[in-house]
């Protein structure tokens, strides 16, 4: 028995040094990591220019609070709103806060407390962003949760239209169930929710932890749909491996967050937001995200030739396989054979390569993948 909590099935391997996509573990045995700590190591691990970045701050400062302005803060914020219908944000250390930021938003400008959120989705573990959650096995055992979160099954539209009512504050979802199995919203659906936020008041919030950041190939998956959130929030990829989070919102809510109703103390420290700055001008550039979508492209099509039975799902470089079977073994055996991965419930195995691997990287991980999942 060690000293820690047990609420992590932890696999028996300990990395301990990582570049780019590949990793290596304590007996010196390399991986393709196509987990990057789910979809975090946007920028791969140890990239000279995150490396730069993080040295060059931490001799300058580390913490100061948001008791002072900030200049890197809204510099960030410019970034991430840049050329989108959103116009502010604010900055946090995880996705759980930042969609605790979102629901809090939504409520105290609607001033309305029902929020609409869908089966298998993930906001993360805090009490409202786990009850926003639709999945029992993040919330059983943890009642009374916070009330007025109304889950509907995801994808479909009359059961949406018929929940919808005047107490409704928001509809929440994510454009890709990340932790619920790679389940891409559809068209129709999207199209549904649009003539709602369009001819009603209700908000829509987009919860892009993981979609966000170029990991669909765009800076954020809405941007393929025909939504436009009223807030958007985001954590994982935006500090390449630092921990930040954040939200944006529209200029309609920026009397809402008032000083005083809301805050943290270390979101958007100096580190944090150095580093995300760092990751943005990367990942934001136009040829870093036609890469990823070229590379997507080019993954997409090698999987579904090297593994014909295999339903191949999501967006950019963020991929769910599955083929009916449950793949806790498949996972473990892929470790085994030098290439990281991670489930996406029960039966799809995820696959969230770094933005920067290369085709060479990916032809690797197909080949590992057909020799292990065809066996
Ligand atoms: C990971 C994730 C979260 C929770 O983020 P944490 O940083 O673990 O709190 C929320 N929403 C989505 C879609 C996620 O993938």
């Not at 820690?4 to 007996?27: C, H, M, W």
């Not at 510099?75 to 050329?83: D, G, H, R």
């Not at 954040?246 to 580190?271: Q, R, V, W, Y």
């Amino acid at each position: 028995m060690g000293a820690l909590f047990q609420n992590y099935a932890r696999r028996p391997i300990a990395i301990v040094e990582g570049k780019g996509t590949e990793v290596f573990d304590s007996t010196g045995k390399r991986y393709l990591d196509f987990t990057s700590g789910i979809a975090v190591c946007a920028l791969g691990h140890a990239h000279p220019i995150l490396v730069k970045a993080i040295q060059e701050q931490s001799e300058k400062l580390w913490h100061i609070s948001n008791l002072f302005q900030s200049p890197g803060q809204e510099k960030l914020a410019e970034t991430l709103v840049e050329n989108l219908h959103l116009s502010h944000a604010f900055f946090c250390n995880s996705g759980a806060e930042a969609n605790e930021a979102a629901i809090k938003l939504a409520r105290k400008h609607t001033g309305k407390h029902k929020i609409i959120v869908f089966q298998q989705s993930f906001h993360g573990r805090t009490f409202g962003a786990m009850s926003a959650t639709g999945q029992d096995k993040v919330r059983n055992g943890f009642g009374p949760l916070v009330s007025e979160f109304i889950t509907l099954p995801f994808n479909d539209a009359a059961a949406l239209k018929a929940a919808v009512d005047g107490e409704t504050a928001a509809i929440m979802l994510e454009l890709i169930q990340g932790e619920g199995g790679v389940n891409p919203v559809t068209d129709e659906f999207a199209a549904a929710i649009n003539e709602i936020h369009q001819s009603t008041d209700v908000l829509l919030i987009v919860d892009e932890v993981q979609t966000g950041i170029g990991r669909t190939g765009t800076r954020f998956a809405f941007e393929q749909t025909v939504l436009k959130p009223d807030i958007v929030s985001m954590a994982k990829g935006l500090g390449g491996g630092f921990p930040i989070g954040g939200i944006l919102g529209t200029a309609e809510m920026f009397d809402t967050f008032s000083a005083g109703t809301h805050g943290t103390t270390f979101g958007g420290n100096p580190l944090g937001v150095a580093v995300a700055q760092a990751v943005l001008g990367e990942v934001f550039k136009d040829e870093f995200l036609q890469s990823v979508q070229e590379k997507s492209v080019y993954f997409i099509n090698r999987l579904k030739e090297a593994l014909p039975h295999a339903k191949v799902n999501g967006k950019g470089l963020m991929l769910g396989v599955g083929w009916g079977e449950e793949v806790a073994p498949y996972v473990a055996a892929l470790d085994e054979a030098g290439l990281l991965t991670v489930a996406a419930g029960p039966y799809v195995i995820r696959l969230l390569p770094p933005l920067t691997v290369s085709k060479e990287e990916i032809d690797e991980a197909v080949n590992i993948l057909k020799s292990v999942i065809t066996k």
